[in-house]
């Protein structure tokens, strides 16, 4: 495979990126082989841009503002956890059974998981920047049905064309950032897509809980309505940004590619050499796939390809199985199980470790490619366990059945230090995935495939992550009402589990560019992630100059 060093090149104009020293080519050279790519570039265009050239040229601008859409997840996370304990919700859906409630919430991970499918097409047909717009409008919809609902068969309809949206959102979004960033900023651009989802899942949960004080329906009505805004404000708002030049150099529009590259990394300078340079890896790396075969999902299946599709969903997997989103929806149910009665109190409780989760995101996103994918993963898994099993003994030690709302509940009854111990095992839990597991493993399936059936590979892994999301949504209230306190033994298992997949399977892919991660997997290693060296695949200008060279004599 080809690989493109060019991203990494650009590290030389900013301190954050590596740099070319001029000792390491020959000038003349390399001005002979950047002028001969000179003249094989289309003609510079001037068309009437269908983005601005302004918010185009700032990366980090560009790379986050379609997190909005992984926001929307957030906002249904929140929707739904903030309501379990109110009368008004209850009395309109006519209380729900733990089963039914389970039903409510897993409609939305189902629409996600067709949603997710469904950008195998929409991805590569439309494109990037269209689908996520195509996102926004149905959150739209699926909110406005939501606000409306006078049943649970309504309600189930609104959450999953809401969850339709989040399916097809949460898949593309990555994929748009992984494709337009730097390498050496990638793994923090796409980590605003779980920051996005921390900021939905708070300022949702505080609308809830001010709404809280109104009676009757509107206490949750209102919520329901205003959660279309952020939709709106996406979709209207990508009109202003470029599509990918990535997407566009694999549909034959390599002027308006090269257009938007200068724009992105050029200053508006279609001549700019690392532009140009990055232009032709890019176009290179594109023909070479096209004579690899069709993009079909027999490519998901072809050697070098089918070990990224099983790393790419099983992390998906792995990151419902660690019970991050069981202890964001039911966290009501979490915190009465430890004695914490009162349905104020409890939404302050619940408040903090949205708070929390929000606060410890940041400085993965800040280290995200300092530290690497693999050491997030790993001592996340190992860290997250450990809290899981302390809550599900202090439970087990201290718990009892009682009666709750008129059900049967293992409780903890009059110990509140034992409820303190559990709130904060449980805000430390929260803590140990914010900081690790939650921004990587968006990061890692947007980046580990081949440009010919990255779109599909990621939609497929993160339709797993939607399979797993809808299985323990559904699960989860059952759950906690029939084996209790191993309900968290269970989740600190798989966290465990998943550790040693992380360390045995997946190689490290931080600070090299989409091509570069090429050589990393051709270094083999399935079951020896580790001998995988961090400096496997880096190149700079001479190893470009020679991968040209030898293209030339080959066709020659």
Same mark, same amino acid.
């Given at each position: 495979?080809?690989?493109?060093?060019?991203?990494?090149?650009?590290?030389?104009?900013?301190?954050?990126?590596?740099?070319?020293?001029?000792?390491?080519?020959?000038?003349?050279?390399?001005?002979?082989?950047?002028?001969?790519?000179?003249?094989?570039?289309?003609?510079?265009?001037?068309?009437?841009?269908?983005?601005?050239?302004?918010?185009?040229?700032?990366?980090?601008?560009?790379?986050?503002?379609?997190?909005?859409?992984?926001?929307?997840?957030?906002?249904?996370?929140?929707?739904?956890?903030?309501?379990?304990?109110?009368?008004?919700?209850?009395? /309109?859906?006519?209380?729900?059974?733990?089963?039914?409630? %389970?039903?409510?919430?897993?409609?939305?991970?189902?629409?996600?998981?067709?949603?997710?499918? #469904?950008?195998?097409?929409? &991805?590569?047909?439309?494109?990037?920047?269209? /689908?996520?717009?195509?996102?926004?409008?149905?959150?739209?919809?699926?909110?406005?049905?939501?606000?409306?609902?006078?049943?649970?068969?309504?309600?189930?309809?609104?959450?999953?064309?809401?969850?339709?949206?989040?399916?097809?959102?949460?898949?593309?979004?990555?994929?748009?950032?992984?494709?337009?960033?730097?390498?050496?900023?990638?793994?923090?651009?796409?980590?605003?897509?779980?920051?996005?989802?921390?900021?939905?899942?708070?300022?949702?949960?505080?609308?809830?809980?001010?709404?809280?004080?109104?009676? &009757?329906?509107?206490?949750?009505?209102?919520?329901?309505?205003?959660?279309?805004?952020?939709?709106?404000?996406?979709?209207? %708002?990508?009109?202003?940004?470029?599509?990918? *030049?990535?997407?566009?150099?694999?549909?034959?529009?390599?002027?308006?590619?090269?257009?938007?590259?200068?724009?992105?990394?050029?200053?508006?300078?279609?001549?700019?050499?690392?532009?140009?340079?990055?232009?032709?890896?890019?176009?290179?790396?594109?023909?070479?796939?096209?004579?690899?075969?069709?993009?079909?999902? #027999?490519?998901?299946?072809?050697?070098?390809?089918?070990?990224?599709?099983?790393?790419?969903?099983?992390?998906?997997?792995?990151?419902?199985?660690?019970?991050?989103?069981?202890?964001?929806?039911?966290?009501?149910?979490?915190?009465?199980?430890? %004695?914490?009665?009162?349905?104020?109190?409890?939404?302050?409780?619940?408040?903090?470790?949205?708070?929390?989760?929000?606060?410890?995101?940041? *400085?993965?996103?800040?280290?995200?490619?300092?530290? %690497?994918?693999?050491?997030?993963?790993?001592?996340?898994?190992?860290?997250?366990?450990?809290?899981?099993?302390?809550?599900?003994?202090?439970?087990?030690?201290?718990?009892?059945?009682?009666?709750?709302?008129?059900?049967?509940?293992?409780?903890?009854?009059?110990?509140?230090?034992?409820?303190?111990?559990?709130?904060?095992?449980?805000?430390?839990?929260?803590?140990?995935?914010?900081?690790?597991?939650?921004?990587?493993?968006?990061?890692? *399936?947007?980046?580990?495939?081949?440009?010919?059936?990255?779109?599909?590979?990621?939609?497929?892994?993160?339709?797993?992550?939607?399979?797993?999301?809808?299985?323990?949504?559904?699960?989860?209230?059952?759950?906690?009402?029939?084996?209790?306190?191993?309900?968290?033994?269970?989740?600190? /298992?798989?966290?465990?589990?998943?550790?040693?997949?992380?360390?045995?399977?997946?190689?490290?892919?931080?600070?090299?560019?989409?091509?570069?991660?090429?050589?990393?997997?051709?270094? &083999?290693?399935?079951?020896?992630?580790?001998?995988?060296?961090?400096?496997?695949?880096?190149?700079?200008?001479?190893?470009?100059?020679?991968?040209?060279?030898?293209?030339?004599?080959?066709?020659?």
């Amino acid at each position: 495979m080809t690989h493109d060093p060019i991203l990494s090149l650009k590290l030389s104009h900013t301190s954050s990126m590596r740099s070319v020293p001029d000792s390491e080519y020959n000038a003349a050279s390399r001005h002979h082989f950047v002028t001969r790519l000179h003249l094989s570039l289309p003609p510079p265009v001037n068309m009437g841009k269908g983005y601005n050239a302004r918010i185009a040229s700032n990366p980090y601008i560009v790379g986050t503002f379609a997190c909005i859409g992984g926001g929307l997840f957030g906002l249904d996370i929140s929707s739904m956890s903030a309501v379990l304990n109110n009368p008004a919700y209850a009395n /309109t859906f006519n209380n729900p059974t733990a089963n039914a409630q %389970g039903a409510i919430v897993a409609s939305m991970p189902a629409g996600s998981l067709i949603g997710a499918l #469904s950008v195998t097409y929409l &991805g590569d047909k439309l494109g990037r920047k269209k /689908t996520i717009i195509l996102a926004g409008l149905f959150w739209v919809i699926g909110s406005i049905l939501q606000c409306a609902s006078v049943n649970r068969g309504m309600l189930v309809v609104g959450r999953v064309i809401a969850g339709y949206s989040v399916g097809i959102s949460s898949t593309v979004v990555p994929v748009y950032q992984s494709e337009i960033a730097a390498p050496a900023i990638r793994g923090r651009l796409v980590s605003f897509q779980q920051w996005s989802i921390t900021w939905g899942i708070l300022l949702q949960y505080f609308v809830q809980f001010g709404c809280s004080y109104i009676n &009757g329906n509107a206490s949750f009505r209102i919520p329901w309505g205003l959660q279309m805004i952020p939709a709106i404000i996406l979709s209207l %708002g990508m009109l202003a940004f470029p599509e990918s *030049p990535r997407w566009l150099v694999d549909h034959s529009r390599e002027a308006e590619a090269l257009e938007i590259l200068a724009d992105l990394h050029g200053g508006g300078n279609q001549q700019d050499e690392l532009v140009v340079l990055e232009f032709e890896e890019i176009k290179s790396q594109v023909y070479f796939e096209r004579n690899e075969g069709a993009k079909s999902w #027999s490519d998901l299946f072809k050697p070098g390809v089918a070990r990224r599709v099983v790393l790419g969903s099983s992390l998906q997997m792995w990151s419902q199985l660690t019970g991050m989103n069981v202890m964001m929806y039911y966290v009501v149910y979490v915190f009465e199980g430890a %004695g914490l009665t009162g349905r104020r109190a409890n939404l302050i409780a619940d408040s903090v470790q949205y708070v929390l989760n929000v606060t410890f995101t940041v *400085p993965a996103i800040i280290y995200i490619d300092r530290w %690497g994918r693999r050491p997030m993963f790993i001592y996340g898994c190992l860290v997250m366990g450990f809290w899981l099993y302390l809550v599900g003994g202090l439970q087990a030690r201290f718990g009892q059945w009682g009666t709750l709302n008129g059900a049967p509940t293992w409780v903890v009854v009059n110990n509140p230090n034992a409820t303190r111990a559990i709130i904060v095992c449980s805000y430390f839990f929260v803590c140990s995935f914010a900081i690790t597991m939650g921004p990587a493993s968006w990061t890692y *399936p947007a980046e580990i495939f081949p440009m010919r059936v990255r779109a599909k590979a990621v939609s497929l892994s993160t339709a797993t992550n939607w399979l797993f999301n809808f299985a323990l949504a559904w699960a989860a209230p059952p759950m906690l009402t029939h084996i209790q306190w191993k309900t968290y033994f269970v989740f600190g /298992t798989f966290n465990f589990a998943a550790c040693i997949h992380f360390f045995f399977c997946f190689p490290e892919t931080a600070q090299r560019s989409l091509e570069e991660i090429e050589d990393v997997f051709a270094q &083999g290693h399935e079951y020896s992630a580790w001998a995988v060296s961090r400096s496997v695949g880096k190149k700079d200008l001479t190893d470009v100059l020679a991968h040209k060279e030898s293209i030339e004599k080959s066709d020659a």
